[in-house]
């Protein structure tokens, strides 16, 4: 990966973070853009000391705002020359309360997938410059249970029963993470720009303490049997680095091996209505 510059969403803590240590120890230059950047600059700190590279950045960047999103791209395309991976991998799961951001969007829509559209979106011509270039975006299998009838609630107030403790909307986010890499790939057909998908496993991380008392009890008392960070960085690492996913895009991964997607993600109705709604949401305020 020398010579190789890569952005990695949410890269101060578990996937994330294993998937920047990664690529840090193949030669890459990884930037960690992350809303804290004091944890940020921990981690950092941490992947040069293990990795040695010295190529290791931090950006703040909080997903779940827009016009952060903004400022972060300004910066990157002024200071950057080339973005050959993109990895979106920032994500809340269940908040025990409905959230609604200062620009009037649903917490977990806007952190899972408005903010990651709106970035890769703006990053787009540095990525097409830098081809062949990828974009990986860590879903879940959760997508399973999502619904795309729910986007409908993107723009406003989503009723509160929305936050059942699985986290409903948490399903539909996922579910939007893996059509807008359907999408995406579709529309990029013929620029030698890659984009594909991914469930990570169930990983140990910090995820599930910052979920609902439902969600964390369930990561309490099953954690011995979860994989580890490492571990659960393997796909995201693999979509990143792998000569056996030249070429590839448009498909879903888990376990560094391409899985059959359900029905309910392949609705191209459903994934231009989606893509339209996110372009008002983000691109046109
Ligand atoms: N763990 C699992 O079992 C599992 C299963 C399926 C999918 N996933 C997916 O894997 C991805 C990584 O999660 P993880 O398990 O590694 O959890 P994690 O340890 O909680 O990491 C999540 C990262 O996202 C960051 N983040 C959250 N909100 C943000 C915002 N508004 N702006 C910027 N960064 C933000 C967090 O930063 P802070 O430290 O500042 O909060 C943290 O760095 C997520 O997309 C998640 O949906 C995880």
């Not at 809340?92 to 009037?104: F, K, N």
């Not at 993470?177 to 984009?195: P, R, Y």
């Not at 995820?207 to 008392?213: E, G, L």
Request: charge should be negative; proline fraction near 2%.
């Amino acid at each position: 990966m020398k010579g190789k510059t890569v952005i990695i969403t949410g890269a101060n803590s578990g996937i994330g973070k294993e998937t920047a240590r990664d690529l840090a120890g193949r030669g890459a230059k990884v930037i960690l853009a992350c809303r804290s950047i004091s944890k940020a600059q921990a981690a950092s700190n941490d992947i040069r000391a293990t990795t040695k590279s010295e190529e290791v950045y931090v950006k703040q960047l909080d997903i779940s705002s827009l016009s952060s999103v903004r400022r972060f791209v300004e910066e990157i395309k002024r200071e950057e020359t080339r973005l050959d991976v993109l990895i979106n991998n920032a994500g809340i799961s269940a908040p025990s309360e409905q959230s609604i951001t200062e620009e009037g969007l649903e917490l977990t829509f806007a952190t899972n997938h408005l903010g990651h559209f709106l970035l890769t979106n703006l990053l787009l011509d540095l990525i097409k410059k830098s081809a062949p270039s990828r974009i990986v975006i860590v879903a879940a299998t959760a997508y399973r249970f999502g619904e795309a009838s729910e986007f409908e609630f993107m723009p406003g107030y989503p009723n509160i029963d929305e936050y059942g403790p699985l986290g409903a909307m948490y399903c539909h986010s996922k579910l939007a993470n893996v059509m807008f890499s359907l999408e995406l790939a579709k529309l990029l057909e013929g620029t030698n720009v890659t984009v594909n998908c991914l469930h990570p496993g169930i990983v140990n991380t910090e995820f599930y303490n910052n979920s609902s008392k439902y969600l964390q009890n369930f990561g309490f008392f099953s954690r011995f049997f979860f994989k580890s960070p490492t571990e659960g960085a393997q796909t995201s690492i693999h979509l990143a680095v792998s000569e056996d996913v030249d070429g590839v895009t448009g498909r879903f991964f888990s376990d560094c091996r391409e899985e059959k997607l359900e029905e309910i993600a392949l609705d191209k109705y459903d994934a231009r209505e989606l893509w339209q709604r996110s372009e008002q949401l983000t691109m046109k305020q």
